[in-house]
């Protein structure tokens, strides 16, 4: 056969074999842990989230294999408004207002005390995605794969200031410096899993936060 008749053939075959491959993989079909239907529909039940001009209710994500939420929000800024998002998000509910106890407890005062300015924007590198912990492709899934979690990658601030994980945990001003390591430590009061710079290697430029719950697959509270 020659070389360019069979390029087709070789790229068909790889298209199997990584559509296989996923089959198997991350999106393998089984069932998700009953506990995010479960808490999801406990939220929504308890109206503690109120459908707004900045979050509003989704049609349910299922798939692909065991990703996705039930009663998903697509959310564009937190306390009604007051604190705006950089992108949209897709969380469930449960983040909703996790994020906005964050934001108001701890966040704000911070600001003010710091800076003596209000925080108005937190720059968001992504929400809802399919995938495995830090973007591998096999083993366990990440929280982000059931909008239970978020990645913050910034701060904006009303006087103009901007703070970035990536170059300001350890290259800002002593001030800026502590306002992220307080952002940090004080989200681990709030979400079971918060990873940042000095986490590891995948988390240099942003913090994790997410909601995972203790069960037989995650019993730790990560805080790092």
Same mark, same amino acid.
């Given at each position: 056969?020659?070389?360019?008749?069979?390029? *087709?053939?070789?790229?068909? =075959?790889?298209?199997?074999?990584?559509? %296989?491959?996923?089959?198997?993989?991350?999106?393998?079909?089984?069932?998700?842990? %009953?506990?995010?239907?479960?808490?999801?529909?406990?939220?929504?039940?308890?109206?503690?989230?109120?459908?707004?001009?900045?979050?509003?209710?989704?049609?349910?994500?299922?798939? *692909?294999?065991?990703?996705?939420?039930?009663?998903?929000?697509?959310?564009?800024?937190?306390?009604?408004?007051?604190?705006?998002?950089?992108?949209?998000?897709?969380?469930?509910?449960?983040?909703? *207002?996790?994020?906005?106890?964050?934001?108001?407890?701890?966040?704000?005062?911070?600001?003010?005390?710091? &800076?003596?300015?209000?925080?108005?924007?937190?720059?968001?590198?992504?929400?809802?995605?399919?995938?495995?912990?830090?973007?591998?492709?096999?083993?366990?899934?990440?929280?982000?794969? &059931?909008?239970? %979690?978020?990645?913050?990658?910034? #701060?904006? #601030? %009303?006087?103009?200031?901007?703070?970035?994980?990536?170059?300001?945990?350890?290259?800002?001003? *002593?001030?800026?410096?502590? &306002?992220?390591?307080?952002?940090?430590?004080?989200?681990?009061?709030? #979400?079971? =899993?918060?990873?940042?710079?000095?986490?590891?290697?995948?988390?240099?430029?942003?913090?994790?936060?997410?909601?995972?719950?203790?069960?037989?697959?995650?019993?730790?509270?990560?805080?790092?």
């Amino acid at each position: 056969m020659h070389w360019r008749r069979s390029v *087709p053939l070789i790229a068909a =075959t790889m298209v199997i074999v990584l559509l %296989a491959g996923c089959a198997t993989g991350l999106y393998r079909s089984n069932q998700r842990a %009953a506990w995010r239907t479960a808490a999801e529909r406990q939220c929504v039940a308890s109206g503690i989230v109120r459908p707004s001009a900045y979050v509003q209710r989704m049609p349910p994500i299922r798939g *692909p294999g065991i990703c996705g939420a039930e009663y998903p929000y697509r959310v564009s800024a937190a306390l009604g408004g007051q604190v705006g998002f950089s992108q949209k998000a897709v969380l469930t509910c449960m983040m909703v *207002p996790a994020i906005d106890t964050w934001v108001q407890k701890y966040l704000q005062p911070a600001a003010r005390s710091l &800076f003596g300015t209000e925080l108005v924007q937190l720059q968001l590198y992504g929400s809802y995605y399919c995938r495995g912990r830090n973007g591998a492709t096999s083993g366990a899934l990440s929280e982000h794969g &059931f909008a239970n %979690a978020v990645d913050v990658g910034g #701060f904006v #601030f %009303a006087d103009g200031r901007r703070i970035e994980v990536k170059q300001d945990w350890r290259g800002g001003s *002593p001030d800026e410096q502590q &306002f992220l390591r307080y952002a940090q430590r004080s989200a681990c009061l709030i #979400f079971r =899993t918060v990873i940042g710079p000095d986490g590891d290697s995948a988390h240099q430029d942003h913090l994790h936060l997410d909601l995972a719950r203790q069960d037989r697959a995650f019993r730790r509270h990560v805080c790092s």
